[in-house]
């Protein structure tokens, strides 16, 4: 090799092995960080590219952590009802669409009006959709239901057998009435994936009975009518761990377990009531674990593993009672809350990530 070829080929090589250096990614920061009772806002820091901008503050915070969060369209306008009143009032839960990826949340105002609204997590924007026409008296309660495989919703009425749905993207419809053996004003909606052999299917539960619902069939079954402990309303139901619970209501800690054949058990008692007004059970971003949260401004979070109830520190929510709902959001790990202090106040979102 003469002496012009070497001095290429070392260039080459040396080229080769030679990296530009790059200055290491700075992590951002928490945009509020809590210690105890005192706050701190820090820098604020742009979205990574390709991320919404819930993700990027999930993704920023620690397990047990509180966050401020800003949603694009969330304000009193939107949360209004009429007459000096909220679709927040007596709420419970929205429901997160991991298909779409968008919030979905269902509420009426105290014989005012109702809205279906959503949350587009892409675009960080809050909407109106069409009201699902149940009357002029309900509210939110446990009575949303969504399929988390399609984006379906469906919506139970106030003191009703009346069952509405709306296929994603579609017009609310109706479909066969359940029974309501309790004919009573506010029962627990959910919907099981695991039932009908895996293919999912409504939850209701009252104050004496639980109800299962086949798509395919669209006939409901009674799975039990001799359901005891709970109170006369207010009840609730979530899922978790390839179960379905439900139970509280009107001061009852009762709860209560449904198997994916529809099979109904005693489970551990909450170790507070309950349901709306009192306390909110939300299944755990893990899918596996409940969540209860003291429904108030402020209170105690405690968490069921499928086996006993513990404490899991305080809640920062900041709502009246019966004036927030929550959304648990299992791709960021995060549960979130939309609250108010008054019917007409400003409203807050919070953000936990569990």
Known sequence: MNRRNFLLASSGIAGGLIVPSARATVPCPPPVVTAGTATATSPSCPSPAGSSALAALAASMSSGQWANFTMGGMGLSLLDAGSGHSITEFSARGHWDPVHKKIQYWGQGHYSGEKLITWDDATNQWSTGP??????????YFHLALDPATGDLYLRGYGTSSIRKKPYGGSW???????????????????????NNGAGGLVFCDVISAETWNASSNAWTQRSTSIAGLGNYHNWAATAGGSLYFGGGNGSSTMY??????????????????????GIVMRHPDGNQLLLFTQGSTGTVYRFNGTSWASAGSHQIGGAT?????????????VLFVAQTASAGTPTVKVYKA
Request: hydrophobic fraction near 45%.
């Open 257 to 278: 377990r449904m198997s994916a054949t529809g099979a109904i058990a005693a489970a551990p008692s909450t170790p507070i009531a309950a349901g709306v007004g009192e």
């Open 322 to 334: 019966n004036l927030w709902f929550g959304v648990t959001v299992p791709d960021y790990g995060v």
């Open 131 to 140: 009201g699902a026409g149940l009357g002029s008296i309900g509210h939110g």
């Open 173 to 195: 419809t109706g479909i066969v009435n359940c029974n309501n053996a309790g004919n009573q004003v506010a029962g627990g909606l959910e919907w099981f994936p695991a039932l």
